[in-house]
Structure formats: structure tokens, C-alpha cells
């Protein structure tokens, strides 16, 4: 089966730009989930949708955004990038929808890089 | 809320020597728990899990057990390589429900000399 893919792997932004990630589930998983990594704050939670809809949210400003699509993919778009932006974001995906939550599959992630 | 904490780092050990990196939590319900590894370049690989207390996660020679009355799940290896070199992740989930956000730790680096 194949992993959690995500796309681009790379991006450099100027600050003011904005950008949008995409990532792949695993086949038959439905709930996909966004980090953000960087040196300073470690792994942070941004959201997780499931179903199309986002069912958990982390403390992050309006200008991270998500959606997922009836394939169960998803994107989540940063607008207005700011210095600080720059970060490895990291998808995960689980099959969900169960009364237990279900472990988590990380994709390669997607190092932004804002200028 | 919840919490992950992890002992600092980073961890530097010679081949074939033994590996325990701390992680203790703090959560409100019964949390999953587990161990993931990153290796420089790429995301996050899940290594082991525990999903209840006394349950013991292993794998690759790896093994951790779910500690509930010290609220810990630390993380063992009797015989290190040079590719075990990399950063350790704990975190723990809510384990009821259809919450699946992941609670991590801050990460350890671990480098293995030959």
C-alpha cells in the first residue's frame, strides 16, 4: 500500500505570498492531519479533517486554512506568509471513524522556506 | 491539557551500547502512547505504540512499556547501531473518541558512533 504522500516537497515564498500544500491519505484512510515543525516550537498540531470537515483545530492564526476533498485528500493553505512560516509541515493520516483513535502515518513532508 | 516531556539532548553513544530515552506525560483521559522516529531529511516514522497500561510497544529490538502509576513510557534498546542515529519523538493521543490529534514531546537526537 502505498504511504502518505505530499506535494511539493520543496517551496521558497517571499513574505506576503501565499501558498498551498497538498497531501495524499493512505488508500482507505479518511481523516488526514497537518503539523507544523520547526527548531524552536517542535511539532505543533495545526488541524485534522474528516469527512471534509475540519473536526479539530490547534492554536493557529486565521491565515493557516485546510480542506479535504471527497478523495480524502487534502490541502491547507497559508496566506500572507510571514518570516516565521518557514517550517517543515507534515501530514498524517489515519482511517478513523472508529470509538478509538487510530495511529497516525506521516508523510516526507513539505519544507517551506519564506524570504 | 496534555503534555509530553523528554528528557534533553542530545543522547551521543558508541555502537552496541544500551539506549533509554526518558518520556513522561501528563493527560486527562487514558492516552495511546507512542515512540516515533525522524531521520534527517525525511517525516516521521511511527517505531512502536501502547494503547493501554502494562501494555509494552516493540519493535527493531526497541520496546517501551506504559507506565500508568509513573506516567511514563520510556524507550529501550539493549545493542544501538550508527543507523539508529536519529531524532526521537514521543507523543501520546486521546485514545477514545474521534480526537486523533498527536500531543509530542520536543524530540531527542540520538547519534551513534561506530
Known amino acids: 500500500k502505498a504511504g502518505v504522500t505530499q506535494t511539493p516537497r520543496y517551496l521558497i515564498k517571499t513574505r506576503g505570498q501565499q501558498v498551498t500544500l497538498s497531501c495524499s491519505p493512505i488508500s482507505g484512510h479518511r481523516s488526514v492531519s497537518w503539523y507544523q515543525q520547526t527548531p524552536g516550537q517542535g511539532l505543533q498540531f495545526l488541524f485534522e479533517?474528516?469527512?471534509?470537515?475540519?473536526?479539530n483545530k490547534g492554536n493557529f492564526p486565521g491565515r493557516f486554512s485546510g480542506r479535504q476533498f471527497s478523495n480524502s485528500r487534502s490541502e491547507m493553505n497559508v496566506s500572507t506568509l510571514e518570516l516565521g512560516d518557514s517550517a517543515l509541515y507534515l501530514c498524517?493520516?489515519?482511517?478513523?471513524?472508529?470509538?478509538?483513535?487510530?495511529?497516525?502515518?506521516f508523510g516526507p513532508g513539505t519544507r517551506l522556506t519564506v524570504l | 491539557g496534555n503534555s509530553v516531556t523528554q528528557m534533553e539532548g542530545p543522547v551521543t553513544l558508541s555502537e552496541e551500547a544500551f539506549l533509554t530515552i526518558n518520556c513522561t506525560y501528563t493527560a486527562t483521559g487514558y492516552p495511546s502512547l507512542f515512540w516515533y522516529v525522524q531521520y534527517p531529511g525525511e517525516g516521521l516514522q511511527l517505531l512502536l505504540k501502547?494503547?493501554?497500561?502494562?501494555d509494552k510497544g516493540s519493535n527493531k529490538g526497541f520496546e517501551a512499556t506504559y507506565r500508568k502509576e509513573t506516567t511514563s513510557f520510556h524507550l529501550e534498546k539493549g545493542s544501538v547501531q550508527v543507523s539508529d542515529s536519529a531524532v526521537y519523538f514521543c507523543a501520546l493521543s486521546e485514545r477514545l473518541g474521534a480526537n486523533s490529534k498527536l500531543t509530542f514531546g520536543k524530540g531527542i537526537t540520538l547519534s551513534v558512533r561506530p
Open positions: 501502547a494503547t493501554k497500561a502494562d
Open positions: 498524517a493520516s489515519t482511517r478513523a471513524g472508529g470509538l478509538y483513535a487510530d495511529t497516525q502515518y
Open positions: 479533517y474528516f469527512s471534509e470537515t475540519q473536526r
